[in-house]
């Protein structure tokens, strides 16, 4: 057993987004391992004392920023996401430098009062890399967990830090190359990101003996488990997989879409220009003639959705936009969906695929970044792989890999398989806890 403290300014419940669900995700993974962890992160004073279990303490914290000292109020709890101690600093950091410096300073104070004696810190973001030299511990470790590092530090960002501190000066002002700095081992969430970060000569500086690892991140965390899911139509599991089919019959009911029993039903992901929004446009509107119905989120950007609102319009059956924006939305979608097509050339999580191989979908994914890291191209004739890969570049290649989906889709005996292996295939937080375990017991000492 070891006490593990985990630093980041977005972890859920205070914050909602990927990285923030997947901070609390470890961090529960670790507390189910038998580790005692503590997280602590940042809010601005009233989303703090709205968190539900939190209280504040009669104790405040004193930041020390190189701009001047400031009083901050300090909440504690127990997180219900990640079932580990919680402390939220209060506080709204201005910019990147900011939120280093306050992060820095709480993770500071907690040692400095006992509130947890770490054997291990798990730096989770680059707003976190400030801790590093700031709390002693036997084990250091720094993550970048989307896989891709900001710019230096603008002047106004620095004011915050120490402009002294040998570190900072030595990475350029670079967070990313302050936290590598002071680690142990830095971590990324694919093979191919972790590469880009070990050859990059803005950060020469490493020691060259510097450990660069990979460790995938889980995505079974609550509430993406489809056999106790209640917002499906049916539970299912590789186990009892018939649960599928009926989800399949409601989302085609609540979309109107005209389905035979060969049409392979596609869902998307949200339309956005940045992750291949358009190009997933163009694909579905060459396929409107073939045996294949599409469902697309419509929690896209609003000038591509009424797009392909006008195209739904046109091909009744076909193409429909799910009606629901909610929560459950997207889980309904993908435990009704043969397949989700992805466009995003620059995911350097792929947490995307592992989601839709999840509930049960086949992942048609760009032959790029973490998806080819993580996706491996089914083969029909040794009955290996747990997606379809085709060449980002290439329109051709969009509408082939959803041909070849749909031909898999036409062979019973062959799609009933693979839906039981995909349903197997997806990333489980108890592996990834597992990894970060050893590097908190024994950080490797070379890359």
Not at 356 to 366: D, I, N, S, T
Not at 396 to 425: H, I
Not at 437 to 443: D, I, R, V, Y
């Amino acid at each position: 057993m070891a006490d593990i403290l985990i630093v980041g300014d977005a972890v859920s419940p205070v914050a909602e987004n990927e990285t923030a669900v997947c901070a609390a995700a470890l961090g529960r993974a670790l507390f189910a391992a038998n580790h005692r962890v503590t997280i602590l992160t940042l809010a601005d004073e009233e989303r703090a004392a709205r968190l539900p279990g939190m209280a504040r303490r009669l104790r405040t914290v004193l930041a020390h920023l190189a701009d001047g000292d400031r009083e901050c109020s300090l909440f504690e709890g127990r997180s219900a996401v990640s079932q580990c101690a919680l402390h939220v600093l209060g506080v709204k950091p201005a910019d990147r430098g900011h939120s280093a410096a306050f992060l820095a300073s709480a993770a500071a104070a907690l040692v400095r009062d006992e509130i947890c004696k770490p054997d291990a810190i798990i730096a989770w973001g680059e707003a976190a890399a400030a801790v590093l030299p700031a709390v002693q511990a036997k084990s250091r470790v720094f993550v970048l967990p989307t896989g891709v590092w900001g710019p230096p530090l603008s002047p106004d960002e620095r004011a915050a830090l120490d402009p002294n501190a040998p570190d900072l000066a030595m990475a350029k002002g670079s967070l990313a190359g302050l936290g590598a700095i002071d680690a142990d081992v830095v971590v990324f969430p694919s093979p191919s990101s972790a590469s880009a970060f070990a050859t990059a000569r803005e950060f020469s500086f490493r020691a060259s003996d510097q450990a660069v690892v990979s460790i995938r991140l889980g995505c079974d965390e609550a509430p993406y488990d489809p056999s106790t899911d209640p917002a499906l139509a049916a539970t299912f599991s590789a186990e009892a997989p018939a649960g599928k089919g009926e989800c399949r019959r409601s989302l085609a009911r609540r979309t109107s879409l005209a389905l035979g029993p060969r049409t392979l039903l596609v869902a998307t992901a949200p339309l956005v220009a940045a992750e291949g929004g358009k190009q997933i446009i163009e694909a579905l509107s060459s396929l409107i003639r073939t045996d294949v119905a599409f469902v697309i989120p419509a929690t896209g950007e609003r000038a591509l959705v009424e797009e392909i609102k006008r195209i739904a319009i046109e091909t009744p059956g076909k193409i429909a936009i799910y009606p629901e924006a909610e929560p459950a939305s997207e889980r309904q979608i993908w435990a009704g969906a043969d397949a989700v097509l992805f466009a995003d050339r620059d995911n350097h999580m792929a947490r995307t695929a592992g989601l839709a191989k999840r509930y049960g979908g086949l992942p048609l994914v760009p032959d790029c970044a973490a998806y080819r890291d993580y996706v491996v191209d089914f083969d029909v004739a040794s009955q290996t792989g747990d997606g379809l890969l085709y060449q980002p570049n290439d329109a051709y290649e969009r509408t082939s890999v959803v041909a070849r989906a749909a031909m898999l889709r036409g062979n019973p005996d062959v799609w009933q398989a693979l839906q039981k292996r995909l349903l197997r295939a997806a990333p489980h937080w108890e592996a990834t806890a597992a990894r970060f375990e050893s590097l908190c017991l024994s950080p490797p000492t070379s890359a």
